[in-house]
């Protein structure tokens, strides 16, 4: 098994309240429930891991007790950290602010994770090989001080290394031209509809794909994720000219949507690390969404022996997972 996901983004603490509704200005509000755990690009490092795609983390991570929480939690899921960690400055944290709808509003105070050096992307590169899948998220080219430094990595990245691009809730906060340059190297752009939209004026998730993936470098691909209803997928190694193909989603009874994207992603890329066709791993992401949304906290996403059973045994993406399982 050569390919690894190589994790270019930000690892941080994520403290999540649940209440009832969101305070109005100046106001308050008890949360019935509270707690911390790892988060961030973690959930995709985790969504990846969990299927057998080995993963590193490329991104900073602090010296103090958010940075020790970073790190304890990658090594329970088998992911080292490329770079050493800051001395000067711990890891960041999200408030995430759950209501009693499911929804979601978050505010990130950011630390070391976002923070990447030019020497420390020098250290990433070198890390990177043919075969690897780099996961690079909207979060750094929206932090002031890793923004420059993640656009040039990203679009030096040579040919043989799949890059993947999922702009997250900042996209609009991206610097045009950061994002137009990584654009143009992308492999696969991986967005929900909302993202997906501010990104090209178009609403609907299938339209939205096809829009997107005509923009992209020949062979690039798109996965617009529509949450229940499934994804979109436009682009990558089929023909587009029939249009973006609907993948349909798996129905569940909603618990928290929080991470589900990131574990759509983090399945999507080791399934396409694992060798299936594009088409084939965003049904399989599908899945795992689907399972991470059952379950509350944000790195929730299914391990093999979890998905296999939802898949079927005849499924050519259980037989992939067994083979994997075997490899590790």
Not at 60 to 86: K, Q
Not at 178 to 201: F, H, K, P, T, Y
């Amino acid at each position: 098994m050569s390919a690894r996901l190589v994790l270019a983004g930000s690892v941080l603490v994520d403290m999540v309240l649940r209440v009832p509704r969101l305070p109005e200005r100046g106001g308050d509000v008890l949360a019935s429930d509270a707690g911390h755990r790892v988060g961030g690009g973690f959930n995709v490092l985790a969504a990846a891991r969990r299927l057998g795609l080995p993963a590193v983390y490329g991104g900073g991570h602090g010296t103090g007790p958010f940075g020790d929480l970073v790190r304890g939690a990658l090594d329970a899921e088998g992911v080292r950290p490329v770079l050493p960690a800051h001395t000067e400055r711990d890891t960041g944290y999200c408030v995430a602010l759950v209501d009693s709808g499911g929804e979601r509003t978050f505010v990130t105070a950011s630390g070391a994770e976002a923070a990447l050096t030019s020497a420390e992307a020098v250290r990433l590169a070198a890390c990177v090989r043919a075969g690897d899948l780099v996961q690079l998220s909207g979060y750094g080219l929206a932090y002031p001080q890793s923004a420059p430094v993640l656009t040039e990595f990203a679009a030096s990245l040579p040919e043989g290394v799949v890059l993947c691009l999922d702009p997250g809730p900042l996209v609009a906060e991206i610097e045009p031209v950061r994002l137009e340059r990584v654009l143009a190297r992308v492999d696969w752009l991986s967005c929900n509809q909302r993202e997906a939209e501010l990104l090209c004026g178009v609403a609907e998730g299938g339209p939205a794909a096809e829009e997107l993936a005509r923009g992209l470098r020949p062979g690039a691909g798109v996965l617009v994720r529509g949450d229940a209803d499934g994804c979109w997928l436009a682009g990558g190694s089929r023909r587009t000219e029939g249009g973006a193909v609907a993948v349909p989603g798996r129905p569940v009874e909603l618990v928290d949507s929080n991470g589900a994207g990131d574990a759509h992603v983090g399945a999507f890329l080791a399934f396409l690390g694992l060798g299936a066709a594009p088409l084939d791993a965003a049904r399989g992401a599908n899945v795992a969404a689907s399972v991470a949304v059952t379950r509350r906290g944000p790195a929730t996403g299914p391990t093999a022996a979890e998905l296999v059973p939802l898949l079927g045994p005849e499924d050519p993406l259980a037989a992939l997972l067994a083979d994997a399982a075997t490899e590790t």
